[in-house]
Nanobody, 121 residues
Framework: QVQLVESGGGLVQAGGSLRLSCAAS????????MAWYRQAPGKQRELVAA???????TNADSVKGRFTISRDNAKNTMTLQMNSLKPEDTAIYYC???????????????WGQGTPVTVSS
């Protein structure tokens, strides 16, 4: 079982920066993909950015050039550096991971509890 714990959310003015962190713990063989999703009030959860164990990155168009995702495979941690924040970035941000309990066991998905980000205009 894997647990994900996010930290770093908060209130910031438009144009400001925040850094989110996610730490994975528990028993697992490997984590294939780690990702950040967000859900704004009244909207569906959407992908913000994802990073594979090999380093390949996917970013939502809405955050390209402003958000940077990174990962430390040795520590099983992931960060999201968010710059030039806009009011429309306001949402609950969730950490997500695809992992294997043991080699060739198949991939499972786990979510963190979410951390709120509020950007004031």
């Amino acid at each position: 079982q894997v647990q994900l714990v996010e930290s770093g959310g908060g209130l910031v003015q438009a144009g400001g920066s925040l850094r989110l962190s996610c730490a994975a713990s528990g028993s697992f063989f490997s984590i294939r993909v780690m990702a950040w999703y967000r859900q704004a009030p009244g909207k569906q959860r959407e992908l913000v950015a994802a990073i594979a164990s090999g380093g390949s990155i996917t970013n939502a168009d809405s955050v390209k050039g402003r958000f940077t995702i990174s990962r430390d495979n040795a520590k099983n941690t992931m960060t999201l550096q968010m710059n030039s924040l806009k009011p429309e970035d306001t949402a609950i941000y969730y950490c997500n991971a695809e992992y294997e309990r043991s080699r060739y066991s198949g991939y499972l998905e786990v979510w963190g509890q979410g951390t709120p980000v509020t950007v004031s205009s």
